[in-house]
């Protein structure tokens, strides 16, 4: 009744969201062994009823058949989450499982808003998360976290690095934190890409599951040289419903596929404003995002409504998201959340097929 034999029962049993085995997949947990009597952790891509029936059963089952005279005395699972392989990315930024472009084709449709929202929201889900504001010209991050103070510095061997600053569960980097308030950041692009690889690069981030990077407008400088520096996970492209931001959302989406990233997923936002009475205003138009998402072949993550709470929440530094689980925006961002780990386990196994990798363990 060793630890190798549960091993090797775990490696023939499927995870059933992603179809590869537990081992495989690196999401054995846990593993202890009191005579008889044994306690599993494993990873699962979603938490729910259904998936977590379906996977206990399977587990149980499997360990009947090979291995009778145990006893599962308690079988848990918590968030489990792949990553993005690949050996630039690993060079660069070791401990970093994921790495996220939150991009739209141009500004005012409430990116940074989405940007901190989904980080948080993935951080309350379990995950390791860091959020970096590559928005050098108009970092709106420390405002959103309501965090007015600088990140420390600490020596990595030779090298002083920076410590980044946490709230909500989310690690963050901001020019903000390292500017004066109401002073402008007048710098030609090479400056501002020499200021976002520092943020990658001289940032104490340690292990992290995911690592957003909260994304100027447009297709610029700074886009190129993310990625270009290090290997993107993937984007997601946030648009409002209206044809003028559509435009440009295409065009976010166009660039991206031009330097060899995928785009995993649309998000729309300022969807509709709901009435008290519940009926519902298409302000900017209707169905926009669901438009480019048929077009692209890529998923809709979420529609986020027009919502006192949320530009409240970002004026006073509480991301609505980290709010009342029971409310509409809060639900919609957590799920939103459940879709990009989801989204995201999937694309990193079919690379690895594509690649012939196996994870080692």
């Not at 499927?14 to 495989?24: F, I, N, S």
């Not at 918590?78 to 990553?83: A, S």
């Not at 292990?207 to 990077?213: P, Q, R, S, V």
Request: glycine letters at 10%.
């Amino acid at each position: 009744m060793s630890q190798e034999k549960i091993i090797e029962i775990l490696s023939n049993i499927k995870e059933p969201v992603l179809g590869k085995d537990y081992v495989t997949l690196d999401f054995v947990k846990g593993i202890s062994l009191n005579g008889k009597n044994l306690t599993l952790t494993l990873g699962i891509t979603e938490i729910n009823d259904e998936i977590i029936k379906k996977a206990t059963d399977e587990v149980t089952s499997e360990f009947r058949k090979k291995m009778p005279e145990i006893n599962i005395k308690d079988l848990k699972f918590t968030i489990g989450i792949t990553e993005h392989t690949d050996a630039k990315k690993k060079s660069i930024m070791p401990g970093i499982k994921n790495t996220i472009a939150i991009a739209s084709g141009k500004g005012g449709v409430g990116k940074s808003t989405i940007a901190v929202n989904l980080a948080v929201a993935l951080a309350k889900e379990g995950a390791k998360v860091g959020l970096i504001d590559a928005d050098i010209y108009g970092p709106s991050i420390p405002l959103m976290f309501g965090i007015n103070k600088k990140p420390g510095v600490t020596k990595v061997g030779e090298k002083s690095m920076l410590v980044p600053l946490e709230r909500y569960g989310v690690k963050v980097m901001s020019i903000g934190f390292l500017i004066e308030d109401k002073s402008a950041v007048v710098w030609r692009g090479p400056m501002a890409s020499s200021a976002l690889k520092q943020f990658i690069g001289d940032v104490v981030w340690d292990e992290l599951d995911y690592l957003l990077f909260d994304m100027p407008p447009g297709t610029g400088d700074i886009q190129l040289t993310l990625s270009q520096t290090i290997p993107l996970t993937c984007a997601v492209i946030v648009t409002t419903p209206q044809d003028i931001s559509l435009a440009d959302a295409r065009k976010g989406y166009v660039m991206f596929e031009r330097v060899n990233v995928p785009t995993m997923g649309i998000i729309e936002n300022m969807s509709y404003y709901q009435n008290p009475d519940g009926s519902r205003e298409y302000i900017f138009g209707k169905g926009g995002g669901q438009r480019m998402s048929e077009e692209f072949n890529v998923k809709l993550l979420g529609e986020i409504p027009l919502n006192m709470k949320i530009r409240e929440g970002g004026d006073q530094g509480i991301p609505v998201a980290e709010g009342d689980s029971g409310s509409e925006v809060t639900g919609i961002f957590k799920r939103i959340a459940k879709d990009t780990i989801r989204e995201i386990n999937l694309m990193n196994v079919k690379n690895s097929e594509d690649q012939g990798l196996v994870i080692e363990i």
